[in-house]
């Protein structure tokens, strides 16, 4: 209870710093929170890249950074960035979806096919169009999209092809597009909290669960599992959202400030993500535990998930998807 209310008094100390202007001399906090440890690629080489870059800077803007979901849970602090009691957040599409389902299209299983199609999109005229309709939509803006890592499947028996899911409960985080994933690709869901992951696994309530390989290892998944399948299902993203109203407090000068930063520390983020996973499947592989399944066939996983997608999304999130597969490279 004790740790509820520090959070919530720290929330609400951000919001009302937040009130300050940008353009009347004093100087603006923005509180921005994640999911994520200290040690985890996206504090290190992301959100603590955007605070220091920021705050060197000496332009009167502030950002203090609460990681390891001190404020929170993903649901909860979007929540509160949508109410301007938090400033700025890093949340995946599918928590996003929730308030704006287009959105969501960008977690689906095996539409994008990698990193670099992601940013191509985003970048693009489509990515802007969304990012439009989401801030029209939440009160919240998008300044950019970083890479997660390709997700993969742990379990304690090799997953190569779409048949292994059976008998497996697998976890997946509680939103619709994540258990649509796991519709699309033949497994049976579990959904737990990612704080409940870990002894969920070790009590065996499930017997598998999907993250990026530095998540997994972050979390010490590999204590309790045997197997890591390369599946690649999900090109992973988080978008780094900020409430309108913060960021119009925000001087012309700050803004620019605050979205180059965001932006620059993409690539140094991707490159942080991507070391990180080379070296613990190193590690991995050196000690043969866990098992680094690689012989995986994608094309079985993907050509499924495409096919379920395709015959069930309606509306904008069926244009949507189509369009991202029609500029696959």
Same mark, same amino acid.
């Given at each position: 209870?004790?740790?509820? *209310?520090l959070?919530?008094?720290?929330?609400?100390?951000? !919001?009302?710093?937040?009130?300050?202007?940008?353009?009347?001399?004093?100087? #603006?906090?923005?509180?921005?929170?994640?999911?994520y440890?200290?040690?985890?690629p996206?504090?290190?080489?992301?959100?603590?890249a #955007? =605070?220091?870059a #920021?705050?060197?800077?000496?332009?009167?803007?502030?950002?203090?950074?609460?990681?390891?979901?001190?404020?929170?849970?993903?649901?909860?602090?979007?929540?509160? *960035?949508?109410?301007g009691? /938090?400033?700025?957040d890093v949340?995946? %599409?599918?928590? /996003?979806?929730?308030?704006?389902?287009?959105?969501?299209?960008?977690?689906?299983?095996?539409?994008?096919?990698?990193?670099?199609?992601?940013?191509?999109?985003?970048?693009?005229?489509?990515? @802007?169009?969304?990012? =439009?309709?989401?801030a029209?939509?939440? !009160?919240?803006?998008?300044?950019?999209? +970083?890479?997660?890592?390709?997700?993969h499947?742990?379990?304690n %028996?090799?997953i190569r092809?779409?048949g292994?899911?059976?008998?497996?409960?697998?976890?997946?985080?509680?939103?619709?597009v994540?258990?649509?994933?796991? @519709?699309?690709?033949g497994? @049976?869901?579990? =959904?737990? =909290?990612?704080?409940?992951l870990?002894?969920?696994?070790?009590?065996?309530?499930?017997?598998?669960?999907?993250?990026?390989?530095?998540?997994?290892?972050?979390k010490?998944?590999?204590?309790v599992?045997?197997?890591?399948? /390369?599946?690649?299902?999900?090109?992973?993203?988080?978008?780094? *959202?900020i409430?309108?109203?913060? +960021?119009?407090?925000?001087?012309?000068?700050?803004?620019?400030?605050?979205q @180059?930063a965001?932006?620059?520390?993409?690539? !140094?983020n991707?490159?942080?993500?991507?070391?990180?996973?080379k070296?613990?499947?190193?590690e +991995?592989?050196?000690k043969?535990?866990?098992? *680094?399944?690689?012989d995986?066939?994608?094309?079985?996983?993907?050509?499924?998930a495409?096919?379920?997608?395709?015959?069930?999304?309606?509306g904008?999130?069926?244009?949507?998807?189509?369009?991202?597969?029609?500029?696959?490279?």
């Amino acid at each position: 209870m004790r740790l509820a *209310v520090l959070a919530a008094a720290s929330v609400l100390a951000a !919001g009302c710093s937040a009130m300050n202007s940008g353009d009347d001399g004093g100087t #603006v906090t923005l509180s921005f929170a994640n999911s994520y440890t200290t040690q985890h690629p996206h504090s290190r080489c992301g959100i603590q890249a #955007v =605070a220091d870059a #920021v705050n060197g800077q000496d332009l009167g803007v502030k950002i203090e950074t609460f990681p390891n979901s001190q404020l929170g849970n993903d649901a909860t602090r979007f929540t509160s *960035v949508r109410s301007g009691d /938090l400033d700025m957040d890093v949340q995946g %599409s599918s928590a /996003l979806a929730a308030s704006h389902a287009p959105i969501g299209v960008l977690d689906m299983a095996y539409v994008f096919d990698g990193p670099d199609h992601l940013f191509s999109f985003f970048d693009g005229e489509q990515g @802007k169009r969304l990012k =439009a309709e989401f801030a029209e939509a939440t !009160g919240t803006r998008i300044l950019d999209v +970083w890479f997660f890592g390709m997700r993969h499947f742990s379990a304690n %028996s090799p997953i190569r092809e779409p048949g292994d899911f059976k008998g497996l409960r697998m976890r997946f985080p509680d939103s619709k597009v994540y258990l649509e994933n796991a @519709k699309a690709i033949g497994a @049976k869901p579990t =959904a737990v =909290a990612f704080e409940e992951l870990y002894l969920s696994l070790q009590r065996k309530i499930i017997d598998g669960q999907e993250n990026p390989i530095p998540t997994i290892a972050e979390k010490s998944l590999d204590e309790v599992q045997t197997h890591v399948s /390369l599946t690649g299902h999900q090109t992973g993203s988080q978008m780094i *959202v900020i409430n309108d109203g913060s +960021w119009k407090k925000l001087s012309t000068e700050q803004q620019a400030a605050l979205q @180059k930063a965001v932006s620059e520390t993409r690539a !140094g983020n991707r490159k942080c993500i991507e070391e990180d996973e080379k070296k613990i499947l190193a590690e +991995w592989k050196g000690k043969g535990e866990p098992a *680094v399944v690689e012989d995986v066939d994608r094309t079985a996983f993907a050509e499924k998930a495409r096919k379920y997608f395709g015959e069930t999304l309606e509306g904008e999130q069926a244009e949507l998807f189509k369009m991202i597969r029609s500029t696959a490279p």
